[in-house]
């Protein structure tokens, strides 16, 4: 299973994708987490520090631009490989171009085993088409967006959804479900299930806001490593399985601007 969480930066996808696969090497997977976002981090709580050797990084600083899978792929919790695509130096270069570069080395080294389950925690900027990557070439074949009820973060759920859609004829890409993850806005969670509808799809977890996250993280832990028997550990563990067992993969009905705030006002009170 080749799956991928978009969102908009900071809603929670590489905390999210972390802990997912983290419950999905402990149902016996080989899990396989890609982080796609220039900031580098997606890895990290599996890892238990931020990833020194980037895909980018190593191609940049070896003077063939020859990489080998031991200097890319790293071992995390419980067996799970861990890589990072990295980004160009801060103000030089497109972040997206990078992503594209990243996964062309890794496919080219084989070093991924074919029934791995493999997670791919993409930055949310389907603006730039270094993003769609994993959408357009076939990468990542189950697409789950990340939101909360904010507003900005559902207009950039609706772009990644306009995004599947545009490559949904070409390609294999389909849109898997919402994922909530809670900032505790009003009636949150009525409106990302409204929200998922709208768009053809499901809301297929709400993750409650806890502060048992951020305990996890400043141990460089996921959830389920820190507190296996927390409530929040449980809705990790669900998600993964729900993720697994998901028969509705779909091509996205994306709303207008003008619709989507007009959904988010009908629940505003
Ligand atoms: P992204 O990968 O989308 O940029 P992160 O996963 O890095 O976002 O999360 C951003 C911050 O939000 C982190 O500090 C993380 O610990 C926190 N966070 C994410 N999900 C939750 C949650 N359900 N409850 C509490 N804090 C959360
Ligand atoms: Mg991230």
Known sequence: MKIAF????????????ANVSAAFSQKGHKVC????????????????????????DTVRDSEDGEVTAEQIVHEGFNGIKCVEAGGPEPGVGCAGRGII???????ALNVIPEDSLVLYDVLGDVVCGGFAVP??????????????????SL?????IAKGICRFAG???ARLGGIIGNSRNTVNEEKLLKEFAARLNTNLIAFIPRDIIVNQAENKRQTVIEFAPTSNQAEVYRRLAEDIENNQ???????????ELEELISKYAD
């Open 155 to 159: 207009y950039a759920a609706n772009n």
């Open 248 to 258: 509705k993969l779909t091509v996205p009905t994306p709303m207008t601007f003008e």
């Open 33 to 56: 987490q890609i982080g796609c976002d220039p900031k580098n981090d997606s890895t990290r709580l599996l890892l238990g520090h931020i990833c020194k050797q980037t895909v980018l």
């Open 6 to 17: 978009y969102g908009k930066g900071g809603i929670g996808k590489s905390t999210t994708a």
């Open 101 to 107: 570069v990243a996964l062309e080395k890794l496919n």
């Open 170 to 172: 070409r390609g294999k």
């Open 135 to 152: 959408i357009r070439e076939g990468y990542a074949t189950d697409i789950y967006i990340v939101s909360s009820g904010e507003l900005m």
